[in-house]
């Protein structure tokens, strides 16, 4: 539970030697309890202060870092409605690959996963990781499948199976990669403990019903166990849903520790449409890490476009930096046309020029990352801002053209920026980016 300034200042020296940067040790406990500073700035506080408040500031939800270097994360959270804040670390989207599908599904699978990117508003989306589920028998043939897929791939593996020998030696064979062993009920955890603390692994919880689990985990934690996820055996998406809900509360509405974990989950069936709504429940309620049935590019597609609008900062949008851009290979005397720099409306236009033929500059002032209409309401996008950007980029002397386009939806500006922009021919382009291609063929 956080602490109030008044309690956090009772931990506090109360030298109010001003040190920290405050005028007094309140001052100060007030930016401790705002989440403003941190208690390492006070040189006096004693080591119960700081293991106290730093307890206190620990999220609801433990930050979990996979992969070799840790950069991986998942966790973090600290609110149950991204528009209270905003939600932190995104749902790592992994692959599943079954050991008993053959070398050459394997191969392709895991040579599929390397290569997928996606682009999407200046931004590259990947498969992070890969699921590997045991089935067949052979305990060493999956540990010697986990160490071809850590090297294939380069991507932390979610290591699955029944037979806990085989979990061990693969967990082995790609230590150091700070991959997830799942461990399920109290049993197989705890012959599997040891060998991920030993590899440097975090460890995934699953047990029949969510008070076994919580127990679980409870009791690893007071071990000093805490790089664990949780995986809840549900049966219906709508259970699914419920849990997920019910452990995301319980952890930050009532600091359950217990279940203050990332979840875990492997969606399954052969269904596209059903394992998508699966996969969308995830993305969309608090799941840590979702792990596909197989990899199919259109199911990646659509999840990863979800994922970037849901994790993306509602408060503060994806906008691009503001300077002069060329399409293609531009001249001086190639034609100007402006935009916001928010990273959709940015994307959108400058593709459609792109294929339109032309080359041509695309002037995209600070608009603080809002869209052509927004920022003219706002105040954001208008002629004299405009005029005054292309003036402290020294505009002039970089091209000879003299004609700017602008957007059909801000075409009131067009006076008063030829006011401020003496010689300039100001063309009022189409409202919708849709229509560039047609006007740049018509009047350009």
Not at 41 to 55: I, M, R, V
Not at 245 to 266: E, Q, V
Not at 267 to 286: L, S, W
Request: proline letters at 5%; aromatic letters at 6%.
């Amino acid at each position: 539970m956080a602490l109030t300034g008044l309690q956090i200042q009772k931990l506090l020296p109360g030298t109010n030697c001003k040190e920290c940067g405050s005028n007094t040790c309140l001052a100060f406990a007030m930016k401790l309890a705002a989440k403003k500073a941190a208690i390492t700035e006070c040189p006096y506080a004693s080591d119960e202060a700081k293991h106290t408040l730093g307890l206190a500031n620990e999220p609801p939800v433990k930050t979990i870092g996979l992969g070799p270097e840790k950069k991986l994360i998942t966790g973090g959270e600290t609110v149950l409605y991204r528009h209270d804040k905003t939600f932190v670390n995104r749902t790592i989207i992994a692959v599943n690959i079954d050991d008993d599908a053959g070398a050459q599904v394997i191969d392709a699978a895991l040579a599929q996963v390397k290569v997928y990117a996606l682009e999407r508003v200046g931004e590259t989306l990947t498969v992070e990781m890969i699921g590997l589920t045991q089935r067949g028998a052979d305990a060493s043939g999956f540990a010697s499948l986990a160490g071809k897929a850590w090297q294939a791939a380069e991507r932390p593996l979610i290591l699955r199976g029944q037979d806990t020998k085989a979990l061990s030696e693969a967990a082995r064979a790609v230590a150091g990669s700070g991959s997830i062993v799942c461990a399920h009920g109290e049993e197989q955890l705890d012959e599997l403990l040891p060998v991920a603390r030993e590899c440097g692994h975090a460890v995934a919880l699953s047990a029949p019903d969510l008070d076994t689990l919580a127990a679980l985990s409870a009791r690893l934690r007071d071990g000093g166990m805490t790089d664990l996820l949780l995986g809840f055996e549900t049966h219906s998406l709508a259970e699914q849903y419920q849990t997920n809900t019910i452990a995301r509360r319980a952890a930050i509405k009532d600091n359950f520790k217990a279940l203050g974990h990332p979840f875990l989950h492997f969606v399954t069936g052969a269904d596209p449409f059903q394992t998508t709504a699966a996969a969308v429940t995830e993305v969309a309620k608090y799941g840590g890490v979702c792990v596909l049935p197989s990899f199919d590019p259109a199911q990646l597609s659509a999840l990863l476009t979800l994922r970037q609008n849901i994790f993306t900062d509602p408060q503060k949008p994806i906008q691009v930096e503001p300077k002069l851009y060329t399409i293609g290979e531009p001249k001086p005397e190639a034609p100007v046309f402006v935009t916001t720099n928010f990273s959709l409306t940015f994307f959108i236009v400058s593709g459609e020029i792109e294929n339109s033929g032309i080359s041509a500059w695309l002037l995209v002032p600070e608009c603080e990352g809002m869209s052509v209409l927004t920022a003219w309401a706002a105040g954001k996008f208008s002629a004299a801002i405009i005029s005054k950007f292309m003036q402290e980029i020294d505009l002039e002397s970089r091209i000879t053209s003299r004609r700017i386009v602008i957007p059909g939806y801000v075409a009131s500006i067009s006076g008063e920026l030829e006011d401020n922009l003496p010689g300039w021919k100001i063309l009022v382009g189409p409202e919708e980016a849709a229509d560039l291609e047609g006007f740049i063929k018509s009047f350009l």
